[in-house]
């Protein structure tokens, strides 16, 4: 079955009772049983509900997995992730990540012993030389957040069976419609579902999607333990944007392409950062593991200077400025003082991340009319040609 008709039927069936095409939402938090332990399968909302084991079914099969658990957001699921962990464990993951993801390590479980190595994950020799006996498990977001590194799924997975070790891949940026970790041997693919998957900006919610049975009881364990649990109203409205999801990402690579193309040419512009210019260090990497380049780019002004960056930042009219990405409609964020605020600034200069960094989530609206938004906007932050005396 191909990935377009996946998104429409996979993982859900009309409702056996009623024949309601659409899954129902299972507004219930708790079920009758006959008999202590002779129930239908399902005893606690927290544990299961069937509209969220629908959602669950469709993204294991989307991502060619095992199984797949929600949770109540990215973080969430990030979090489950990594309590998979025990303290004196070493994580290996790449330098260039969501700000929220650096705090959860370096705030959270840091003190609780594991220790985590941020790292350029393009270079395979400086993965290998964090690695020893400590080390449990390797990090990668591929594209990166915000400056759309990318990462060689399958190199890292050589090396991380090499050492017998955990690999995750944050899928977040591409989603299932445009990339397929698992296949390029990843042992966990985590989502902030708030962002392509949904895609419409309603939603907040995370997934974990596992290789194998074993992974999937110790996953499914932290998901009743710790309770991070979306509703079913919520699952249903996931489940209602993967049905357009191979349509809409389309739209988004389509126009994001188009946009890269016009602010690379642009005299404003100093650098764009987007995996679909064949001048990008990963393009082809990328157009290896890639069935897409995305809808998210980031640029510099040719005149990098706070002043112009927040004319652009607060100028445009179609696109919104606004933290989170991947719904229809464009945003513009600026990520050292919002998406990656938290990330301690010698860090993120460290990593490349420059405090005049432009993010945009390019959406599905006509291309012509967000390059026109652009246009008007970087004519205010254009340096006059001289014409010489």
Not at 20 to 29: D, G, H, K, Y
Not at 80 to 92: H, N, S, Y
Not at 200 to 228: P, R, T, W, Y
Request: hydrophobic share 40%; with cysteine; aromatic share 8%.
């Amino acid at each position: 079955m191909k990935f377009g008709t996946k998104t429409v039927h996979a993982g859900v069936t009309p409702d056996p009772s009623t024949g309601a095409i659409m899954t129902p939402i299972f507004q219930t938090s708790t079920y009758v049983q006959a008999a202590p332990g002779d129930h239908k399968g399902y005893e606690y909302a927290r544990t299961q509900n069937p509209t969220r084991a629908a959602l669950e079914r469709s993204l294991a099969l989307l991502d060619n997995g095992y199984a797949a658990s929600c949770f109540g957001s990215g973080m969430a699921a990030i979090d489950a992730v990594i309590k998979l962990l025990k303290p004196g464990d070493e994580v290996v993951c790449c330098n260039d990540l969501y700000g929220g993801t650096f705090r959860m390590f370096t705030k959270v479980f840091a003190k609780y012993g594991i220790r985590f190595h941020f790292v350029e994950m393009t270079d395979f020799d400086q993965v290998e030389a964090h690695i020893n006996e400590n080390t449990a498990m390797l990090w990668a977001e591929t594209p990166t957040n915000p400056l759309l590194k990318i990462i060689d799924i399958e190199a890292i997975a050589k090396i991380a069976k090499a050492h017998n070790l955990l690999f995750v891949v944050d899928n977040t940026f591409c989603s299932p419609a445009l990339q397929q970790p698992m296949e390029l041997g990843a042992d966990i693919v985590v989502y902030s579902l708030t962002k392509y998957v949904s895609g419409h900006s309603d939603v907040v919610m995370g997934a974990v999607v596992v290789k194998n049975a074993e992974l999937d009881e110790q996953i499914k364990f932290l998901q009743n333990a710790c309770g991070a649990v979306p509703g079913p109203m919520d699952s249903f409205l996931v489940l209602r944007g993967i049905k357009t999801l191979n349509i809409r990402m389309k739209a988004h690579n389509e126009n994001a392409a188009k946009v890269a193309e016009y602010l690379k040419n642009h005299p404003a512009i100093g650098k764009v950062y987007y995996p679909g210019l064949a001048s990008h260090p990963g393009h082809e990497v990328a157009k290896r593991q890639m069935s897409g380049f995305g809808g998210m780019i980031s640029f510099t002004l040719s005149q990098d200077n706070e002043a112009n960056a927040l004319k652009v930042l607060s100028g445009t009219h179609l696109f919104t400025l606004a933290e989170s990405l991947g719904g229809v409609e464009s945003l513009m964020c600026h990520p050292t003082s919002m998406t990656h605020g938290s990330i301690p600034r010698e860090e993120r200069l460290k990593a490349g991340l420059s405090d005049t960094l432009i993010r945009i989530s390019v959406g599905i609206e006509d291309a012509d009319d967000l390059i026109a938004d652009l246009a008007q906007v970087l004519e205010q932050v254009t340096e006059p040609v001289s014409t010489g005396s």
